[in-house]
């Protein structure tokens, strides 16, 4: 509700940078140049993020028409499938993609859904605890090498822990699929 309570700093901060990245699209299309895709990735409350720039965005009144969007959300505190719905009045194309895993309640949400997340399509998987179905199954396989070094007895237990709880919630090497609101919305 920005009419009644603001907008964060950085929300007014992610509104001029798209709306900086839509001016350019526009220059860019008129003039023969390669335009950018935004491509923002958000993590639990950084998903909510998004929502609160569209909302500012709305209340500014202003749109992104040249500027195509790719959400990629894990984990989110907010639901992607309106998230999705309200980008589609706003930017020139949407493409929304998202994972959660059963027991993450800023996901799944708490009290019903009614405090926070509320996204569907948790994937279903016994024996995590919350951090582990919050945080380890929202990582990428591939980059654990960049986060914990096995050189390090603490740092490869951290990463084989990681990488078993990955394993067990994506059954195909550990990699992630991701449910998509739509494919593209054009």
């Known amino acids: 509700m920005p009419v009644i309570f603001g907008a964060s700093n950085a929300t007014k901060d992610h509104a001029r940078i798209v709306k900086k990245l839509d001016e350019y699209n ?3 299309a008129a003039n023969g140049k390669l335009q950018y895709k935004l491509q923002d990735t958000a993590h639990s409350l950084g998903v909510s993020e998004h929502k609160n720039m569209l909302n500012w965005s709305e209340y500014l009144n202003q749109d992104y028409k040249n500027t195509e969007v790719d959400y990629l959300h894990a984990g989110g505190s907010y639901p992607s499938e309106e998230i999705d719905r309200q980008a589609k009045g706003i930017f020139k194309y949407t493409n929304t993609c998202y994972i959660g895993v059963d027991g993450d309640k800023v996901y799944s949400g708490i009290l019903g859904g009614h ?14 605890n919350f951090s582990e179905a919050h945080s380890e199954a929202n990582q990428n396989i591939n980059n654990l090498k960049y986060i914990y070094r096995i050189d390090n007895k603490e740092e490869k237990e951290k990463w ?16 992630r699929g991701f449910n998509k609101v739509n494919e593209v919305s054009k």
């Open 26 to 28: 526009a220059y860019a």
């Open 115 to 128: 405090f926070i997340g509320n996204n569907k399509n948790a994937i279903q998987v016994k024996g995590l």
């Open 160 to 175: 084989e822990k990681t990488k078993d709880a990955l394993n067990r919630v994506y059954p195909n090497s550990g990699v």
